[in-house]
């Protein structure tokens, strides 16, 4: 019992939040598509605000952003894992950094589309 109370500490709840974002500040830093994609996001955010679009967009704005940034961060743990434990050239490592890459790909196609249908219209 003390154990299950001890793992729902707040010290550790803290600490998780703290690791967290130093994932995130490691990914701003210096992966150059996540700094590319959160300025992407802001710009996104302040076009909501400023075509006041609706809860429904808004949502749509939200997940896709969050879900576009979140692929990206698992695309660099792919990397990291990879390029640190593997040590010589292998092809299946090769081909699992592509299909990341490539989620991250379809993932930004989807956001693209998002926006444009989102936007689009009052831009023209």
């Given amino acids: 019992m003390k154990q299950i109370l001890n793992s729902h500490h707040p010290v550790r709840h803290a600490k998780s939040f703290k690791y967290a974002f130093e994932g995130i500040f490691h ?3 210096n992966e150059a598509n996540f700094r590319i994609q959160v ?3 802001v710009i996104s955010v ?3 605000i400023h075509f006041n679009i609706s809860n429904t967009e ?5 997940i896709s952003m969050g879900f576009l940034l979140s692929a990206e961060m698992l695309n660099t ?7 640190n434990i593997v040590k010589e050239e292998n092809v299946g490592m090769k081909i699992i950094k592509d299909c990341a890459a490539g989620f991250v790909l379809i993932t ?5 589309l998002i926006l444009f249908l989102i936007f ?3 831009l023209v």
């Fill in 77 to 83: 743990v792919v990397e990291e894992f990879i390029d």
């Fill in 120 to 122: 689009g219209h009052r």
């Fill in 46 to 48: 302040i076009a909501g």
């Fill in 58 to 62: 808004w949502g749509l704005l939200t």
């Fill in 108 to 112: 930004a196609i989807t956001v693209a």
């Fill in 39 to 41: 300025l992407i996001a």
């Fill in 27 to 29: 990914a701003l830093l």
